[in-house]
């Protein structure tokens, strides 16, 4: 409902408002889809907090949904300075979401990184895949052509389903 975004934006960015309130409120504001600026500012702005870790993943999710470009360039600046796994993995999530091809090589970088936590690495390759391009190559889909699903090969039914 369009008519409720002037009260969502107020409520993110009053900061004397539940985080949990303001939590819903962000991931409502990116359900409408309405990419406003006074409705990414509001959710920018909950991101930037540090005091509440569930208004952040909310605010990052809110922001993925909208699927902005222009707003992967501050997910990809704040996934830098997150330290919280939980955190991390949202901004990587809602980067993936909103599927900019700028944001493959931080990414790949994110997960070459020895020194981030696997957990941290694993989510890196979420983001990678949904950003992925979902063309067939016809290198690869070679592979399913005149494949008899009834004989199946564990092996073979894996790699298709990567695919």
Do not use: W
Request: aromatic share 4%.
């Amino acid at each position: 409902d369009k008519s409720a975004i002037d009260e969502l934006v107020q409520i993110v960015s009053k900061k004397s408002s539940a985080p949990v309130l303001r939590g819903f409120c962000c991931v409502s504001l990116g359900l409408i889809g309405d990419a406003r600026e006074d409705v990414k500012d509001s959710l920018k702005l909950a991101l930037q907090e540090r005091k509440s870790t569930d208004l952040r993943r909310d605010a990052a999710t809110g922001l993925g949904l909208l699927r902005d470009a222009e707003v992967g360039k501050l997910l990809l600046k704040e996934l830098r300075k997150a330290k919280s796994f939980a955190v991390q993995g949202q901004l990587i999530t809602a980067i993936g979401t909103i599927g900019d091809h700028t944001a493959i090589d931080p990414l790949v970088k994110l997960l070459d990184d020895s020194s981030q936590p696997a957990q941290t690495r694993a989510m890196a390759a979420v983001g990678l895949g949904m950003i992925g391009d979902l063309r067939d190559i016809p290198a690869l889909s070679r592979i399913s052509k005149d494949y008899n699903y009834r004989a199946s090969v564990p092996d073979m039914d894996e790699l298709l389903f990567i695919l």
